[in-house]
């Protein structure tokens, strides 16, 4: 039984959250659920003691505000209507502000009403933000004061002592600024998190010493990248491109040397590529290239591009100039070829590249639309 409460509960307030927003929107529909569910069961039931104590005025205030709390949460049942969040979030705020005021206004059930409004700085503050909060929040205690302290109480109904008045307004900004620094805390906690998850991510996806993404950010380029060519019937092309006899440049440069080559070499295809082409480092001294709406004939082209330039290139470490060739392995991803055969024939014609001399592009020519 409580089990079942509990799912019908989470399922209610879960309402209009979708996997694809972000979680912090996310949270915010939940919590709006939450403070309409709250809202109007509790509106409802001090509506009805209003009603038992023949307070009409304050009973159809009560029942109006139940209502749009209700409606608030059941907005986001409308599918033609997008952004329901913004809409439910607003609906609850300004009930909610309308509803505190009124209640100063008539002073509530035996002047209790005033004693609600501190409801409002939690509220304020976590759907609009810190800025947002305190323009609204400043509004409202500008608002209750006028109402407090117009002469002749011209615009409240209820009487209220001098020191209630202003004991209220005290408190209240007390509340606000204890809210506020708790709001300005939580975001900047939240920026804080936001960074180091940014980090961490940098640091996941991409290789540490040429700054190009890993194999595994790589992998999920190539996935994305192949859903897209299928969808659109568009062709891709890879490159799989390994430097010549590094190991020489290692014992001669030392590792160092051959670290500032694998940088040069990163920064100069970096600069040879378009920008939706994807620059990856595979392995130790071998890259791999995504090259989308790429034929396998236009990657070839560009394969013996970068390879000449590279070839002409000097290097220089330490004083001391080098030179660097590559091999390279051409494969246009065909519809029907998975991206793991592809990579694994772009890995065969690299190895023929090796096997033929080095330093060339293989296969040596490519028709398009050829598997
Ligand atoms: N400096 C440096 N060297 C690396 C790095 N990753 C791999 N290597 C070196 O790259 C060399 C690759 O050697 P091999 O696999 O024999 O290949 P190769 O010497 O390029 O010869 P071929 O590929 O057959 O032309 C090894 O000496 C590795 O230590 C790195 O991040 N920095």
């Known amino acids: 039984m409580f089990n079942k409460l509990r799912k019908w509960m989470l399922a209610y307030l879960d309402i209009g959250t979708n996997g694809s927003r972000d979680r912090e929107d996310n949270q915010q529909i939940f919590v709006s659920n939450l403070f309409s569910f709250i809202g109007y069961t509790i509106t409802f039931a ?39 969040y913004k809409i439910s979030t607003r609906i609850v705020f300004v009930s909610l502000l309308f509803l505190m005021l009124y209640l100063v206004y ?60 202003s004991r209220l307004i005290y408190s209240f900004l007390t509340v606000t600024l204890l809210f506020g620094f708790y709001e ?18 940098q640091q ?35 490159l799989l491109c390994d430097i010549d006899h590094f190991k020489k440049i290692n014992d001669i440069h030392g590792h160092e040397g051959g670290d ?9 295809f970096t600069n040879t590529l378009r920008k939706q082409d994807k620059i990856s480092r595979w392995g130790g001294e071998e890259f791999l290239f995504l090259l989308p ?17 590279v070839a002409k290139h000097e290097f220089t470490y330490a004083q001391k100039t080098f030179n660097i060739t590559l091999s390279i392995g051409v494969k246009e991803v065909s519809q029907q070829m998975s991206i793991d055969k592809a990579i694994s024939a772009a890995d065969n014609y690299l190895y023929q590249a090796k096997e033929n001399g080095r330093n060339r592009t293989m296969p040596e020519t ?6």
């Open 46 to 84: 001090l509506a009805v003691g209003a009603i038992l104590n023949a307070n009409t005025l304050l009973a159809i205030s009560l029942f109006s505000a139940s209502l749009l709390f209700f409606l608030a949460h059941q907005i986001h049942r409308v599918k033609s209507i997008k952004n329901t």
């Open 106 to 165: 008539s002073g509530g059930y035996a002047n209790t009403g005033p004693l609600w409004i501190y409801i409002l700085p939690p509220v304020a503050f976590f759907f609009g933000g810190l800025r947002k909060g305190l323009i609204n929040i400043g509004l409202f205690i500008i608002l209750v004061s006028g109402m407090l302290f117009y002469p002749n109480d011209m615009f409240i109904n209820a009487v209220y002592s001098y020191e209630f008045k």
């Open 184 to 201: 300005f805390s939580r975001q900047r906690f939240i920026r804080f998190i936001q960074t180091l998850s940014d980090q961490f991510e």
């Open 204 to 238: 996941a996806m991409h290789d540490p010493l040429t700054q190009l993404p890993n194999r595994r950010a790589m992998g999920d380029y190539l996935h994305h990248e192949f859903n897209r060519a299928q969808r659109s019937q568009k062709s891709m092309s890879l």
């Open 260 to 268: 500032y080559a694998l940088k040069a070499l990163a920064d100069l």
């Open 293 to 309: 709406e790429t034929t396998g004939n236009e990657a070839h082209i560009l394969a013996e591009k970068i390879r000449k330039k």
């Open 366 to 371: 490519i028709e398009s639309g050829a598997d």
